[in-house]
């Protein structure tokens, strides 16, 4: 993996130029290499794992999270990144799903629900002498990461990303994205969703200096907006609904972020408002949106959005397909469809994912060969025209908001194993071409409470047990019944116009 190559002439060339830094806290790149050394040696000698067992590293945006990363793949092992803010319940199933042979723990927190070996590490010690060589890495055509995400049945997916996979994707964003050599990249996403990848390696094959922007800060939108100040970023990766926070606050502009020369977002929508609004405060920055499933290798399509683009559209386009890559529209008979009609977008390419870890049933409904070309049925309404493609939502109940991709169905699972719950349907409430949250409308059975809020505290506090955060509804409605279709099924558009009319 030539990646991985470029990363290693950083840290020979310039050890002392930073890698990554969070909190006051900073990695060089000769820290980053020869650490990540170190624990690939450690896990060799000190476990006995067959090769290609995948390995939990459990943290936030610690200097420990991108060492672990690759002290893993240098081993022979994916890593699977597992942010603190993930429900504990969750990240049993996770491990137990994976076949994980090991938990790295980077948080420096205890980990109770662990069934696996634990390794710390903050108590590691960095003497430990160095013996991996090339020939131990990940190769070419094996899994080098695994990404976690929501399942219908109420268990997560694991997406396996190989490393021809990344290099792929490494390729096209050195290639086709102004991001140069040696400038800060922003990491606001946890490292548990892809979107973290688009700002990770690009920024450490290019000698760059990855800025995190740990939730705690995020959390304080005082300490944030001065954090983000002070940080130099040059390349900014988010979700547009991170963006749309930050420009709530009318000083947030480029007189004082006056680095910042490009705008890359993925995982939802960029409403044109935001964009509009985006060019107005920085107007000397570039602005790049793009688009892709976790299962392709973060994005497959870009486009720079220019001035003539927020002109002439009202939904703005997710661009191009990348060179190596095909991006196709099949219509409901499977056949490519006209210029200008609607159908599901597929995706096909080397960065398409091998499928999901442990579930050959769930590969063989969305991956498939395509001409010869291994490909991925995302699932995603939307069109081409003269070759640009354009995003139009979900087929089925899958949904993103504030960039994470979910399915409705596994919420709806989880609410109905809630005491008192007879039936739940949940709902995306969408604001234009954004969704701002979710509606959950539940029969409610026998319960104890007197009021209904007290029964929504309930299931909230449930929920947050086995879902992340994002994934609770921020509004409950009860009813008696629910309405339901000819053939038996949940009548979703009736319910959808009662409620959210």
């Known amino acids: 993996m030539d990646f991985l190559l470029d990363i290693q002439e950083h840290a020979t ?19 980053l290499w020869g650490r990540s050394d170190q624990l690939a040696s450690y896990l060799l000698d000190a476990y006995i794992l067959p090769r290609q067992t995948p390995i939990v590293v459990y943290g936030h945006m610690e200097p420990g999270m991108p060492i672990a990363f690759l002290g893993s793949v240098k081993a022979g092992f994916p890593y699977i990144p597992i942010d603190t803010s993930i429900p504990d319940e969750r990240v049993r199933s996770i491990i137990e799903n994976s076949g994980a042979g090991l938990i790295i723990n980077v948080s420096g927190e205890p980990i109770p629900f662990a069934s696996v070996p634990v390794l710390a590490l903050d108590a590691f010690d960095w003497n ?8 131990t890495w990940v190769k070419d055509d094996e899994v080098y990461y695994i990404i976690y995400t929501s399942g219908s049945t109420g268990n997560p997916k694991g997406v396996q990303i190989t490393g021809s996979n990344l290099q792929s994707f490494v390729d096209w964003m050195k290639e086709d994205f102004p991001i140069g050599e040696h400038k800060v990249f922003l990491n606001q996403a946890p490292f548990s969703f892809d979107l973290s990848v688009m700002d990770l390696y690009p920024s450490l094959v290019t000698g760059g200096t990855l800025f995190a922007l740990p939730k705690s800060c995020v959390d304080k939108p005082k300490v944030m907006f001065e954090t983000l100040e002070a940080s130099g970023v040059q390349v900014w990766t988010s979700t547009p609904s991170f963006m749309q926070m930050c420009l709530m606050d009318p000083g947030f502009n480029e007189a004082k972020m006056p680095n910042v020369e490009l705008f890359q977002f993925c995982g939802e929508t960029l409403p044109v408002s935001v964009a509009k609004e985006l060019r107005k405060r920085f107007p000397k920055a570039v602005i790049f949106n793009t688009y892709g499933p ?11 959005i220019t001035d003539l683009i927020l002109a002439d559209h009202g939904s703005l386009p ?56 291994w490909a991925y049925r995302t699932g995603d309404a939307g069109y081409a025209r003269e070759g640009c493609i354009f995003y139009q939502g979900r087929l089925d109940f899958q949904i993103k908001l504030h960039g994470y991709r979910m399915e409705l169905e596994e919420i709806e699972f989880q609410i109905n194993q809630c005491p008192y719950v007879q039936s739940t349907v949940v709902l995306p409430h969408q604001n234009g071409e954004k969704i701002d949250y979710l509606v959950a409308t539940i029969i409610p059975g026998d319960h104890p409470f007197e009021k209904e809020h007290h029964l929504t505290s309930f299931i909230r506090k449930e929920l947050q047990k086995t879902l992340p955060s994002y994934m609770v509804p921020r509004k409950f409605i009860y009813k008696g019944s629910l309405p339901i279709t000819t053939n038996g099924k949940l009548d979703r558009k009736r319910i959808k116009d009662e409620v959210l009319a």
């Not at 060339?13 to 820290?31: D, I, K, R, V």
């Not at 976790?294 to 720079?304: M, R």
């Not at 049933?361 to 969305?366: F, G, N, P, Q």
């Open 128 to 135: 430990e002498p160095t013996s991996v060589t090339p020939g």
């Open 318 to 373: 997710v661009g191009y397909s990348k060179s190596d890559t095909r991006v196709l529209i099949l219509n409901e008979q499977g056949e490519p469809a006209a210029d200008g009609e609607a159908g599901e977008i597929i995706i096909a390419g080397p960065s398409v994912s091998k499928g999901y870890l442990g579930a050959p049933h769930l590969t063989e409904k969305s991956f498939f060969s395509y001409q010869g070309t």
């Open 13 to 31: 060339q310039s050890p002392e130029q930073q890698a990554f830094t969070a909190n006051g806290q900073a990695l060089s790149y000769g820290e």
């Open 294 to 304: 976790t299962e392709a290798t973060v994005a497959v399509t870009s486009v720079e």
